[in-house]
């Protein structure tokens, strides 16, 4: 009866100590008492995989799907134990180290530990890299951070390059249908067949006109050339709309004006403010767009090779009068060489005589 009740009284204050213990654990310590967990389940994990293959879990090794309940895992690990108890494998090496996972697999999936399992199964296991154990994260090395920003900023000028062009373009057909507008009239693109009322005069074989440097901004685009072979195109309207833009702008003096050329052939020129010479007016060819090949990669490329083609014909022209003076040199030599034999036979002649 006194050992019993000492053992009691033991028992007691055990309890008693680790209560207070915990009830005084911090923030930190919980955290550490979880890591500490956590590392075992990492452990036992790699272990497994070790032993039984790469890909194995908690639950394939017993035949179970993550979602099994309590009892199945239970029925589950009770097969397992016998078909793995050591008694029965004892030529398979570490049959006991085996069993002894086993068992601890089924502690981690009957408590708290097992919800923790599931996330790190459903999201990946980190690697032990000698000091703890830490995710395979990418890290690109330097050849690929460079090839990324070299594409990065050829996809970049590339964006910029087609909005530019594009915008120009529209600038320069804009431009184009202002003056043809300015020129021949509101009915300029209108066929002769499909004018009502009073035929437009005859087109004058040159015209100069003064039209907004980027055309009027009002201006309708052109008839879509489907509408126009089929017929769907209503040029009375077309020459309606083009008649108020004309009216609209008519002596507007906030923008640029220039003076454009326009000529019976849809050809036109633009007077240059600075030298006062015609520059001829196209529209730009979708041909000459922007391509990958215009970006500054394939241009310093292609720079570099007509730098090194230059320095190579640079340096065949030098050496060609450097080869005709050599040989104009030799020449000379031989010639002297053959004049100072003859001389040297006729001293020997008259030496004789």
Request: hydrophobic share 40%.
């Given at each position: ?10 028992a007691i ?5 680790v209560?207070?213990?915990a ?14 967990l ?13 032993s039984?293959?790469?890909?194995s879990?908690?639950y394939s090794?017993?035949?179970?799907r ?6 199945e ?7 397992k ?16 180290k085996?069993?002894?996972?086993l ?18 199964l459903?999201?990946?296991f980190?690697?032990?890299r ?7 994260r990418?890290?690109?090395?330097l050849?690929?951070?460079?090839a990324?920003l070299?594409?990065v ?21 804009n431009?184009?249908r ?11 693109q ?19 006109v ?7 901004e ?11 072979s ?21 002596g ?11 000529y019976?052939?849809s ?38 090779l007509?730098?090194s083609?230059?320095?190579?014909t ?6 060609a ?9 030799s ?18 002649r008259?030496?004789?005589?």
């Amino acid at each position: 009866m006194h050992w019993r009740f000492l053992l009691r009284v033991l028992a007691i204050l055990t309890i008693f100590v680790v209560g207070v213990t915990a009830a005084n654990w911090d923030k930190d310590d919980i955290e550490v008492c979880t890591l500490l967990l956590t590392h075992q389940i990492f452990e036992l994990q790699a272990a497994l995989e070790e032993s039984e293959g790469a890909g194995s879990n908690f639950y394939s090794i017993m035949g179970l799907r993550p979602s099994a309940s309590l009892a199945e895992i239970r029925k589950a690990y009770r097969e397992k134990s016998l078909e793995w108890h050591p008694d029965k494998n004892p030529d398979v090496p570490d049959a006991h180290k085996r069993f002894e996972r086993l068992g601890l697999i089924h502690r981690i999936l009957r408590d708290e530990r097992r919800d923790r399992y599931n996330h790190f199964l459903s999201k990946g296991f980190p690697k032990w890299r000698g000091s703890g154990y830490y995710y395979a994260r990418f890290r690109p090395g330097l050849f690929m951070v460079l090839a990324f920003l070299i594409a990065v900023s050829m996809g970049v000028q590339y964006l910029v390059q087609q909005y530019n062009w594009r915008r120009d373009q529209k600038r320069i057909e804009n431009l184009r249908r202002s003056a043809l507008a300015a020129a021949w009239g509101a009915w300029f693109q209108t066929p002769a067949d499909a004018v009502k009322g009073t035929k437009p005069k005859s087109i004058p074989a040159q015209k100069k006109v003064h039209v907004p440097l980027h055309g009027f901004e009002d201006m309708p685009p052109a008839p879509l050339a489907g509408d126009v072979s089929a017929g769907q195109v209503d040029w009375d309207e077309e020459g309606h709309k083009i008649r108020k833009v004309l009216s609209a702008h008519h002596g507007n003096v906030n923008v640029r004006m220039v003076d454009v050329m326009v000529y019976s052939d849809s050809s036109m020129a633009i007077i240059d403010d600075e030298t006062n010479e015609w520059i001829t007016v196209e529209p730009l060819n979708e041909a000459d767009a922007p391509s990958v090949k215009t970006t500054w990669p394939f241009t310093l490329a292609q720079s570099l090779l007509q730098r090194s083609s230059t320095t190579d014909t640079v340096r065949d022209e030098a050496q060609a009068p450097a080869d005709e003076v050599d040989l104009a040199t030799s020449r000379t030599e031989t010639t002297t060489s053959a004049t100072s034999t003859k001389a040297a036979k006729r001293r020997k002649r008259a030496g004789k005589a």
